[in-house]
């Protein structure tokens, strides 16, 4: 059986300045997040993400459109997110809604989540694109304990960025797969491909996951004592509560042969040292 693992991010790759602006759109964590997918399930998850796009967002796609056109325009996570957070009422009712199925549907088709989570220290400087490239390794090697597992075999598909960096990322898992001694990696086919989101389901899944659920919570977790900002919102503690524990038990999480935990959402926070726990508490 062939397991395909879905990458996206939410957060941008630039350094958090000294004193982030109370108004500005600096993003004090870098999320890199990854979706386990067994592909014979695929058919159905698309036609079922398809309905739930056409029940909750009827108008996203012109009345005129084909039925498969719906997976072309992309729901965004952030767009979730800011309704959840920050919406009237009636915006807040609809994006749970919409989120509480989206985690129907990981559970349904036995979806495995794995994540990186990176807080940014203020004026100190963050190296983005080895940040980047760091997580993707972490991310292979959790992927191929699951290959492992499931005594199946799979590959990668990322959210495309450009050339350049698609090309630096991919080389990163290229010098780890193809070393002399201990080549890695084993169970995953290849190096990552690079897909655009309009066109895959887990994509898209992944985006929402990244952006409307692991961002928002980390961002206040971990950084509400020295941000204040847009992204560090109370109400995100409202999004802990209510998936905090679905999202720990979908999880692909794992002791090592030093029998130490790895996989799942692992989280960086050198500004407060908190582990991963308070994710959801």
Sequence with gaps: MVKVCYIDEAGDLGM??????????????LVIGGLFIDSDSLYDLTHDFLHLKQRYFPNLCPHHSKYLDRILPE??????????????????????GFMDRII?????????????????IPG?????????????QSIYEYFNHYLTETKDSGFCIADSRDQIKNIMVSHSVFTQKFRI????????????????????????????????????????????????????DEDALTLRERYGSRLKHLQHRYQD???FYSGGIVVSDPVGKYNSAHMFR
Excluded: M
Excluded at 18 to 27: D, S, T
Excluded at 79 to 90: P, T
Excluded at 104 to 120: G, H, P, Q, T
């Design 124 to 136: 100190r400087e963050f190296n983005g694109n080895a940040v980047y490239s760091s997580s993707i």
């Design 104 to 120: 129907e549907l990981f559970e349904e088709y036995k979806i495995e989540i794995v994540a990186r989570i990176w807080v940014k």
């Design 16 to 29: 958090l300045p000294h004193e982030p602006k109370h108004k500005g759109n600096n993003q004090p964590v």
């Design 181 to 232: 001694l201990e080549p890695a990696y084993p169970q995953v086919s290849e190096l990552p491909l690079f897909g655009h989101s309009n066109n895959h389901t887990g994509l898209q899944l992944c985006d929402i996951l990244c952006s409307a659920f692991l961002f928002p919570i980390a961002s206040y977790v971990y950084c509400r004592t020295f941000v204040h900002n847009v992204h560090v």
């Design 75 to 96: 729901i965004k996570g952030s767009d979730v997110r800011k309704a959840a957070l920050r919406g009237v009422r009636r915006q807040r009712r609809h994006a749970y």
């Design 257 to 259: 042969f030093q029998d």
